[in-house]
């Protein structure tokens, strides 16, 4: 198994990644208190029992992995850091302009994220631990390769090095290589639909910024 590095300063990369999808075009599109507050929570609380799930198993290293990105998120829930991260978003943007941004695989970021989505309806739905099991066994790998497609697709779209990129290779990394999907299957399922919820939100307000009217399609 490959060396997992340390995970950057998620909390910052995290929430300029939300803040430039949905203030790119148009103020108006800014992302609210509440949701701002949602993402960080469910990313945090998810996080922090993925740590404790690997720590009862005795994967140390991998729990210390969760715990560090847990506590750079908490970092993100409070108000004096949101200041910060609206200065740091459009300074982003003057400073890049997303003229290279890759729309072709910004839609095909949401059309995976809505398979992700469609999925985890079906295992949330089930009512036993067994039927949950059972789930993941048939369907971790088609979950795990559209998981890969999307990281892929978002890897095209922030192409420059910087610290989007960074944190998208480093939860691709974590996926691969430490586990985090099954970990986040037998933790929190419906924090992981949360979160692709709001991913799919914001990414569509900065698509349908585009002009382009496939935003329907979606």
């Not at 609380?45 to 506590?71: C, E």
């Not at 459009?90 to 890759?102: E, H, I, P, Q």
């Not at 989007?164 to 691969?176: A, C, K, P, S, Y």
Request: glycine fraction near 8%; aromatic fraction near 10%.
């Amino acid at each position: 198994m490959a060396k997992i590095a340390p995970p950057p300063s998620t909390s910052r990369v995290l929430i300029i990644l939300f803040l430039l999808l949905s203030t790119a075009p148009k103020p108006s599109h800014s992302l609210s208190y509440l949701s701002y507050r949602t993402l960080f929570s469910l990313s945090h609380s998810l996080m922090t029992r993925v740590a404790n799930l690997r720590a009862s198993r005795g994967d140390i290293s991998g729990s210390h992995r969760a715990k560090l990105i847990a506590q750079r998120l908490e970092g993100g829930l409070g108000l004096g850091f949101l200041g910060f991260t609206w200065s740091a978003g459009w300074d982003y943007l003057k400073n890049y302009a997303w003229r290279n941004v890759n729309y072709a695989d910004l839609y095909g970021a949401v059309s995976d994220a809505n398979k992700l989505l469609s999925s985890l309806g079906e295992l949330t739905r089930l009512g036993s631990d067994a039927e949950r099991a059972a789930w993941v066994g048939r369907n971790y790998q088609n979950f795990l390769g559209i998981s890969n497609a999307l990281f892929q697709r978002l890897l095209e779209v922030f192409r420059q090095p910087g610290a989007l990129r960074e944190v998208v290779e480093t939860v691709q990394r974590e996926v691969e290589d430490g586990g985090l999907l099954r970990d986040c299957f037998e933790v929190g399922a419906n924090d992981m639909k949360g979160l692709l919820q709001i991913f799919r939100e914001l990414a569509l307000q900065f698509y349908s910024t585009s002009g382009d009217d496939r935003r329907d399609d979606l």
